[in-house]
């Protein structure tokens, strides 16, 4: 990227960086912590918009990332998904509105197998997660309505284990977790309508970090809890509100290889980002369609260089975020 000027700017809490050069002028703005060596991300491109066409979408939610830098969005009005290169070019799509199997129902959410071969589908209209290949092939499925173990009540999250394989199924509606094997075979479950650790008020997003731990983002209580590979209760965090590490009915969840974890808070419009243990590091975002502002965020997925991926519903876009050091973007294909 050729720039002609960088600077930033202090502006009531935030800071302002005005890039002028080959581009014209963008401007990102990432929260300002007070701290000389606080993480900045600014935005590096994004793609999509309302329609039915490839690359467009209607209600973006869940998004993923493979081990190929390929990216699944979930077009949950469109009742599809769609895969894209890094870059945001339209590689396929796959799905369509019904009941048989590979069609889909409102979907919520999709989880990739780290090496890329597999992805897994929370069809929540349908009551069932749906397990297809890279491309779009059929392979399984799994559930139906109901409270029983293995059955569902509108399931809006699911996280995939790279070690073993499981699936963790976020069952909102019946405010559990559920873990099965990669066939479908039910292992375990955990939770019950509540305040108390453990429990959940309409739990939506899940992922599972490389030693097995599971963070779910437990919506209604406005908090992430964490959980190890059985559903033990470690810790948790987040209560309602504006400050950071504070929620408003948040919704997507992942985490990076480091053990980072961001979170899609989506009624404050913006991304929260933790250590492990749940201590806060930086967040960005407001309301609003310019660069670096969101409508209605709705998920996210970060890539093997950091790169994060972020589902935005109500503009219907992905937007990608790099990390900023020594003021300088980060170097993106399609960007420059």
């Not at 309302?50 to 969005?73: E, K, P, Q, W």
């Not at 929540?124 to 399984?140: D, P, T």
């Not at 933790?274 to 998920?299: C, L, M, P, R, Y």
Request: charged share 15%; with cysteine.
């Amino acid at each position: 990227m050729n720039l002609g000027l960088a600077l930033h700017l202090s502006i009531a809490g935030l800071i302002l960086f005005i890039l002028a050069g080959s581009l014209g002028t963008r401007s990102f703005f990432v929260p300002a912590t007070g701290e000389a060596n606080a993480e900045h991300y600014v935005l590096v491109t994004k793609w999509g918009s309302l329609g039915t066409a490839n690359g467009r979408f209607s209600g973006v939610g869940g998004i993923g990332v493979d081990a190929l830098g390929h990216i699944y969005v979930v077009d949950s009005g469109n009742n599809r998904i769609e895969k894209f290169d890094s870059n945001g070019s339209f590689i396929t799509a796959w799905g369509s509105p019904g009941t048989a199997i590979g069609q889909l129902n409102n979907i919520r959410d999709i989880a990739v197998y780290p090496c890329g071969s597999n992805l897994y589908v929370a069809d929540s209209g349908n009551n069932r997660i749906q397990m297809f290949n890279s491309n779009g092939k059929f392979l399984r499925e799994w559930g139906s309505k109901g409270t029983t173990i293995g059955q569902f009540h509108y399931p809006e999250g699911i996280g995939v284990d790279s070690r073993q394989g499981n699936v963790y199924v976020a069952d909102t509606d019946n405010n559990r977790i559920q873990m099965f094997d990669d066939y479908g075979k039910f292992i375990t479950v955990w939770g019950s309508p509540g305040t108390a650790n453990d429990q959940f008020n309409s739990p939506k997003g899940i992922t599972v970090d490389k030693s097995g731990h599971i963070y779910v983002v437990d919506s209604g209580n406005n908090r992430i809890e964490k959980f190890d590979s059985k559903g033990s209760f470690i810790t948790a965090w987040g209560s309602p509100g504006t400050a950071n590490g504070q929620f408003n009915s948040p919704e997507g969840i992942t985490v990076d290889v480091s053990g980072n974890v961001y979170v899609a808070d989506h009624g404050n419009n913006r991304i929260e980002k933790f250590d492990s243990n749940g201590k806060f590091i930086t967040a960005w975002g407001s309301h609003g369609i310019n660069d670096g502002q969101f409508s209605e965020v709705a998920d996210l997925t970060v890539d093997s260089a950091g790169h994060v991926y972020v589902s935005d519903s109500g503009d219907n876009t992905v937007k990608v975020f790099g990390l900023r050091a020594n003021s300088i973007v980060p170097s993106r294909p399609g960007f420059s």
